[in-house]
């Protein structure tokens, strides 16, 4: 498995041409048994950060087995804390000058420092983009969660329609700081955008995510104003 040895040990040069192959691979490469071995090495304390570096580096390939899809999935499925104190935790200081991050790269690709250089965004890259920043709002780095938010409305910017078909991905998020800026997204969506019908869509999706935040279900869930004027 992995080339283990007797023990069931697998060398950490082994372990680095894996997670380094990762971003090679084509998907149609990308078997279950990758997938499986993904996983486990998430609950590798040694690893984790390895391996969460290399799936941001993947997230936004369409049909991609690890791709943003399977982030959203594998994120959206863990309780706060156990997200918290490993992925969240993660993500600080992703922003720093002198980190040159995956996070960092993604984040400056939607929103670089001139926007007038921001290319088309397809569909499917939109939709798998704006999962991927969704994600990079559980962070307690308020840097990380600003410039995510400005890359999510960047992207809703180019591609409004598939914004608006993300947001229901995060209706049952249990994380309110995706619900808060998400909803400041959708905002400077509606505000920026020229397409009425995206425009009706992302509202209406938001107003749903938010019917949905304030439900019986979650008395943990504080009033907002930013989120509770929608």
Not at 17 to 26: A, D, K, M, P, V
Not at 126 to 136: D, E, K, R, V, Y
């Amino acid at each position: 498995d992995m080339a283990a040895d007797d023990d069931g040990r697998v060398s950490y040069d082994i372990v680095d041409g894996f997670l380094e192959s990762l971003l090679l691979r084509s998907p149609d490469s990308v078997s279950p048994h990758t997938v499986e071995i993904v996983e486990r090495l998430l609950s590798d304390d040694y690893r984790v950060g390895e391996v969460w570096d290399r799936l941001i580096r993947i997230a936004c390939i369409p049909g991609h087995p690890l791709n943003a899809e399977w982030l959203h999935a594998h994120l959206a499925a863990c309780d706060v804390a156990d997200r918290d104190g490993s992925w969240s935790t993660w993500l600080v200081g992703a922003m720093d000058i002198d980190h040159k991050s995956a996070v960092r790269r993604l984040i400056e690709w939607a929103w670089p420092s001139d926007l007038r250089a921001r290319a088309a965004v397809p569909d499917d890259v939109a939709m798998l983009a704006t999962q991927m920043f969704g994600w990079l709002l559980t962070t307690t780095d308020r840097r990380v969660r600003d410039r995510a938010t400005k890359a999510i409305t960047s992207i809703a910017d180019r591609a409004p329609a598939a914004f608006a078909q993300a947001l229901p991905r995060f209706r049952d998020t249990n994380d309110p700081y995706v619900l808060e800026r998400l909803a400041a997204a959708a905002c400077g969506a509606v505000l920026r955008t020229g397409n009425a019908g995206a425009a009706k869509q992302i509202a209406d999706n938001g107003r749903t995510q938010i019917s949905n935040l304030y439900s019986k279900e979650r008395q943990w869930t504080s009033f907002n104003m930013i989120v509770g004027s929608l």
